[in-house]
């Protein structure tokens, strides 16, 4: 194995147990039983503008399935509203409701310490450092 190939893999690994620590931490926070995938959609929602579910399903590298199992239970819980589209009756569009931004942002007040505590303890310079080069490879992984 090269150099280059040994800072791959570490790379990666670092990534990826990063990612399903951060995951971990987050689910035992979030409140009302939500679920990570549920907070990601309401957060991209509350942005304002409606989205299909196919949409949906391609920002966040899910199946179609899994994006209509999702929102079905965000709306289930009043937390989306999802309507046909008037220019395209085979579409849907999906929007958050007012119960939506309020759990939305009651998961976000549960989050925001976790996370603020994390920045903290590693310090603003080296987080403003580091964000760069992991949108940089976010960039490159979605193409």
Do not use: C
Not at 74 to 92: M, N, Q, S, T
Not at 96 to 112: H, T
């Amino acid at each position: 194995m090269s150099d280059d190939d040994g800072l791959s893999l570490a790379l990666f690994s670092e990534l990826l147990t990063a990612d399903q620590l951060l995951r971990a931490r987050i689910a035992k926070v979030l409140p009302d039983r939500m679920e990570l995938s549920h907070f990601l959609v309401l957060n991209h929602l509350a942005r304002g503008v409606e989205k299909t579910p196919v949409q949906l399903s391609r920002m966040f590298h899910v199946t179609r399935g899994a994006m209509t199992n999702t929102l079905g239970r965000l709306e289930a819980h009043g937390y989306v509203h999802i309507r046909p589209d008037w220019d395209d009756a085979r579409r849907k569009l999906v929007s958050i409701s007012p119960s939506g931004v309020a759990a939305r942002d009651k998961a976000l007040e549960a989050i925001m310490p976790l996370v603020g505590e994390i920045v903290g303890d590693m310090g603003s310079d080296r987080i403003r450092a580091a964000l760069p080069v992991l949108r940089e490879l976010r960039i490159r992984l979605e193409t």
